[in-house]
């Protein structure tokens, strides 16, 4: 019904830049929130940065002042800037939306997650 599909993650030095882009698509009707997570093997998933419909944003302690969520709301995309990369900053990075969709049986909220794209920060 719905897809996320996530891009622009690769390989980078520190002190460098990158920016990540999710895409949307499928019977949306709205979105309602949109967001980042990552992930290292063995740890748990958690939030990088969350943005909502009107514009509130959360950001985790360790990448304030560093990374920026922005949204467009008409292409039902979000990306996320990410500037002084540091090598901690390594992970698989996801993409998460909270999304409104139309059905054939009608219309349905969800929490939908992308595939995923790799970062990696090393000299």
């Known amino acids: 019904q719905v897809q996320l599909v996530e891009s622009g993650g690769g390989l980078v030095q520190p002190g460098e830049s990158l920016s990540l882009f999710c895409a949307a698509s499928g019977s949306i009707f709205s979105i309602v929130s949109m967001g980042w997570y990552r992930q290292v093997p063995g740890k748990e998933r958690e939030l990088v940065a969350t943005?909502?419909?009107?514009?509130?944003?959360n950001y985790a302690d360790s990448v304030k002042g560093r990374f920026t969520i922005s949204r467009d709301n008409a292409k039902n995309t979000a990306q996320l800037e990410m500037n002084s990369l540091k090598p901690e900053d390594t992970a698989v990075y996801y993409c998460n939306a909270y999304v409104y969709s139309q059905t054939g049986a009608g219309m349905r909220h969800d929490v939908y997650w992308g595939q995923g794209t790799q970062v990696t920060v090393s000299s």
């Open positions: 943005l909502n419909s009107g514009g509130g944003r």
